[in-house]
């Protein structure tokens, strides 16, 4: 029996098993998916890297500019005032504004309007201005031949041509004179008023005597 058990371990140490090699497990990686893009008919023969993709924009039309036209009356505000008209059921304002009007070449008009806000009322000034235009025969330098003197109201004033001078006037009668377009004069007021309506009025009337 021993014999026996001593063969059989002697024939289990000699033998020599064949191992069969493990193959190794490859991982598994996912592929990107590309995305199908459907090509547009503009971009269909025009490579990937090329295709743009444009709005539907409309082309705009160039603006036509227009040129302001130059008014043929140059115009200066001397006085405006808001009035108020007492009623039964309460308080009514309006606005009164006395202008001068002039194109600078020998034209000169003074007017007054009135109405319930500014706008209206120096619409109706400028009308009522072109009513009463002074058309004036001035000399080739643009002034007076003589010295004339007016009144009108409380006012009174004397222009006189001053050569070399430009214009020596002060309050609102020289802007009639700025606006008539003369140059080389001197005006004097005689008076103390202080009411710049009048003061163009009288102006005015000074003027007057050169009426064509």
């Known amino acids: 029996m021993e014999e026996t058990k001593e063969k059989n371990n002697n024939d289990s140490v000699g033998e020599v098993k064949e191992i069969t090699p493990v193959t190794p497990i490859t991982p598994v990686v996912a592929t990107p998916i590309t995305p199908v893009v459907a090509e547009s008919a503009t971009t269909a023969g025009a490579p990937s890297s090329e295709r743009t993709f444009k709005k539907n924009v409309r082309p705009r039309k160039p603006r036509e500019r227009f ?19 007492v009623v039964k059921g309460g308080r009514r304002f309006s606005f009164s504004v006395a202008m001068v009007i002039g194109n600078r070449k020998g034209s000169v008009g ?12 120096i ?90």
Do not use: W
């Not at 103390?192 to 000074?206: D, P």
């Open 110 to 121: 003074v007017g007054i309007g009135k109405g319930s806000d500014t706008a209206l009322a």
């Open 123 to 212: 619409e109706k000034a400028i009308r009522d201005a072109k009513k009463n235009l002074l058309k004036l025969k001035l000399t080739d330098n643009m002034s007076i031949p003589y010295e004339v003197e007016a009144k009108y109201c409380s006012s009174s004033v004397v222009i006189r041509p001053a050569k070399g001078r430009g214009i020596v006037a002060g309050s609102s009668a020289r802007d009639v004179l700025e606006l008539a377009g003369i140059t080389e004069v001197g005006a004097k007021f005689l008076s103390r008023s202080k009411n710049k309506l009048n003061n163009a009025q009288v102006a005015i009337e000074a003027l007057r005597e050169f009426e064509m």
């Open 67 to 85: 040129e302001r036209q130059k008014p043929e009356f140059d115009q200066k505000i001397i006085n405006i005032r808001r009035v108020t008209r």
